[in-house]
């Protein structure tokens, strides 16, 4: 028997912000900022804030748009974050368990299955709202899922495909036979909103897949994965249970103002050092990865990239596929959803599955913090 993906799901928030929308709001945020530190900006103390534009964020990164679990308070150039009530748990699904239910239930019906027809759940991530419980645990208690498993898994950008790797192992291991990946991101609450160089990336969305042993073929068979991780700090994001001690640690003892921004502890990078370091990296991990499966490259019809910059993808289409390649091949919805981190590349492969026929090859890659990379090949059935 072979292993395949037989469905997926999307779930995308109600809200949407685009380009010219933030553009307002952040502008106005510099403005004020400028007005209300002009003097230690005239002093050379501070450093005055630039503009943002709309032409600047779709030259930079290909967004134009992206959906948001709260637009109100990200728009909001006093606050700059979305806003929800907390929610007491037990009593009510939490925020990231509610789109991931809603993902993998649209995953299931698109499969003609049920929750009890699972025998694992992977919520694999690159952010978590609480350490434990785990949110595959409460996704599995709510969608009525009464036998079987669910953890836990943060890979960052790379969690999906890290994910699949680890439900392929676990069936191959006999822990099930069939096990749902399922991504939340809910990257709006952990992007700094009022950095100019980061605050137009990421988008909030869930996804989930189902991968299944089968005697019949189904979807797309999973022919093999290639995982690398290598150790960087040029994308990180270290908001932390521990703050809290680090934090009166530096301060001796003194009781910590909880509404003060905690700008430094969000998500930071180095950009232009990861387009350099990581691009090639993805680039040889695909081609070593096809090579090592003697597929040549000229037969790979799609390759569902993580959609984490405009630039990057076509970067990497070309180096792997040639300079002249068809764009087609490396199918965007960056544009609309922004980066949506472990989900992007599976709402690529969710999305844009045009042109592709039985016993066409193509991959999911994904790639980001760590450094980490998955890749998994595929063959449509």
Request: charged residues 20%; aromatic residues 8%.
């Amino acid at each position: 028997m072979a292993i395949y993906i037989t469905a997926t799901g999307l779930h995308t928030p109600k809200d949407k912000i685009t380009n010219e929308e933030l553009v307002a709001a952040f502008n106005t945020y510099v403005d004020n900022y400028n007005a209300e530190n002009a003097a230690a900006i005239e002093s050379g103390e501070k450093v005055a804030l630039q503009h943002s534009s709309a032409e600047f964020i779709e030259k930079a990164s290909g967004i134009k748009s992206r959906y948001v679990i709260d637009k109100k308070g990200i728009l909001d150039p006093k606050i700059m974050a979305p806003i929800f009530p907390a929610r007491k748990l037990g009593e009510e699904l939490s925020i990231m368990a509610e789109m991931g239910v809603d993902a993998l239930q649209k995953t299931l019906d698109n499969a003609g299955l049920k929750a009890d027809d699972l025998d694992g759940i992977i919520c694999a991530c690159s952010n978590f709202q609480r350490v434990y419980p785990a949110i595959a645990i409460e996704i599995q208690h709510a969608i009525g899922m009464t036998h079987g498993f669910a953890y836990d898994t943060n890979v960052a950008c790379s969690a999906a495909t890290f994910g699949i790797a680890g439900a392929v192992g676990s069936i191959k291991a006999g822990l099930g036979k069939r096990i749902a990946v399922v991504n939340v991101e809910i990257t709006s609450a952990h992007l700094n909103w009022r950095n100019r160089d980061s605050h137009f990336i990421f988008g909030d969305v869930a996804t989930a897949t189902i991968i299944e042993e089968l005697d019949t073929p189904k979807g797309y068979e999973i022919l093999d994965s290639k995982l690398w991780t290598q150790f960087s700090t040029n994308i990180k994001n270290e908001f932390g249970f521990m703050d809290r001690s680090e934090f009166l640690a530096a301060n001796s003892g003194m009781y910590p103002d909880l509404q003060e921004p905690v700008t430094d502890k969000l998500f930071l990078q180095e950009g232009r050092k990861v387009f350099r370091e990581v691009c090639p990296k993805v680039s040889e991990i695909i081609s070593t990865h096809l090579a090592e499966n003697n597929i040549d490259t000229k037969n790979v019809k799609k390759l569902w990239l993580h959609q984490a910059n405009i630039n990057m993808i076509d970067l990497i289409l070309r180096t792997v596929m040639g300079k002249d390649a068809d764009k087609s091949i490396a199918p965007i919805v960056i544009d609309e959803f922004g980066n949506t981190s472990s989900a992007s590349p599976i709402i690529a492969f969710h999305l844009k599955q045009d042109g592709i026929e039985s016993g066409d090859l193509a991959v999911i890659c994904s790639f980001g913090a760590g450094y980490s990379i998955g890749s998994v090949i595929v063959k449509k059935v």
